[in-house]
């Protein structure tokens, strides 16, 4: 079983900026990616960025060169950092991971960008 908790959203104006948190915890040896999707209403959630425990990143287009995903293993935490912020941005984030099989998410954290 694996437990995750966000923190760090909010409210900000465009240009602005935000940096997510996600902590993993739970019965697990060791997890390999960890993510940031996120989904507005009406919409399929989507990938935002990930990253594996040997730090190889994958980002969406829409948010290169803007967001950098970072982890740290010992601490089973995973950050996004967010710039340069813009209104169609704004979402409900969610941290993801797998384990076994298993896909795990957060509960979510709202990101609200306004012009």
């Known amino acids: 079983q694996v437990q995750l908790v966000e923190s760090g959203g909010g409210s900000v104006q465009a240009g602005g900026s935000l940096r997510l948190s996600c902590k993993a915890s739970?019965?697990?040896?060791?997890?390999?990616?960890m993510g940031w999707y996120r989904q507005t209403s009406g919409k399929q959630r989507e990938l935002v960025a990930d990253?594996?425990?040997?730090?190889?990143?994958n980002y969406a287009d829409s948010v290169k060169g803007r967001f950098t995903i970072s982890r740290d293993n010992a601490k089973n935490t995973v950050y996004l950092q967010m710039n340069s912020l813009k209104p169609e941005d704004t979402a409900v984030y969610y941290c993801?991971?797998?384990?076994?099989?298993?896909?795990?998410w957060g509960q979510g954290t709202q990101v609200t960008v306004s012009s």
């Open positions: 990253i594996t425990t040997g730090s190889i990143t």
């Open positions: 739970g019965s697990f040896s060791s997890i390999n990616v």
């Open positions: 993801n991971t797998w384990y076994k099989y298993v896909d795990y």
